[in-house]
């Protein structure tokens, strides 16, 4: 499976912004998909995840009511919805896919894409 991220860029604080990820290959072994940030200094975090099967969602605490994760299953594309993005959302943003069910663990990574977020 191959991914690509990608829509990046600075926005404002308080303002949105969405990150695509398209995934092609063997895109039939998609059990889940999931996005990973990593601030400068700091290691890489879970930000969200989706079942390709169903849309269950799981989210970390710290974006929980402002992003939402989803997928176009028949675009084989994973979406971000990053909305009141705050300073400390700075990252590069990294999508993975996964064949198994646990959300932590993922077999896949995609190059990142850098949000910076300016207050």
């Known amino acids: 499976v191959q991914l690509q991220a990608y829509g990046g860029g600075v926005v404002q604080a308080g303002g949105s912004l969405r990150l695509p990820c398209a995934a092609s290959g063997r895109t039939f072994s998609i059990a889940k998909m999931g996005w990973f940030r990593q601030a400068p200094g700091k290691e890489r975090e879970f930000v969200a995840g989706?079942?390709?099967?169903?849309?269950?969602?799981n989210y970390a605490d710290s974006v929980k009511g402002r992003f939402t994760i989803s997928r176009d299953n028949a675009k084989n594309t994973m979406y971000l919805q990053m909305n009141s993005v705050k300073p400390e959302d700075t990252a590069v943003y990294y999508c993975a896919s996964s064949r198994g069910s646990i959300w932590y663990e993922y077999d896949y990574w995609g190059q990142g894409t850098l949000v910076t977020v300016s207050s």
């Open positions: 989706v079942r390709w099967t169903g849309g269950i969602t």
